[in-house]
């Protein structure tokens, strides 16, 4: 598989899994409660299609971490940024947020690699979305 074709693949899994988040956890009907259902197997189903020929990185961190750790960074890296999964992801959670209903709860958290120790790690994680959670 040429570089080109590898940045296509990305983006089209990418495009599917979005699209999935957007018509199953976005739009507000009585289906909604097994939309994590739908949305993992999506998952499931773009991580099998591309994990062959792409290793199938639906989020660009999932990539990042590992080759961080390891101080290695493959040549083809770049192909899980510039699919635009991030922005994606942080255009769904905008658009979830204007849709939400007054009984919905909507948590987010980001990873940012050149944040505080909290905005890297799972523990950051987990207290910023409890932290949101008592909020609510």
Known sequence: MSVAQGVFLEMFLTA???????????????????????????????EIAGVFYTGASLNPAQSFGPCVAGRNFQSYHWIYWISGKSTLMKYAFAHAKKRKLEDDIILSFFFNAQGDDLEKTTLGMYRGLLFQLLNE
């Open 16 to 46: 599917i899994f979005i699209m999935n988040i957007l018509m199953l956890a976005a739009e507000k009907s009585k289906d909604t409660f097994i939309a994590p259902i739908g949305i993992g197997l999506t998952l499931f189903t773009c």
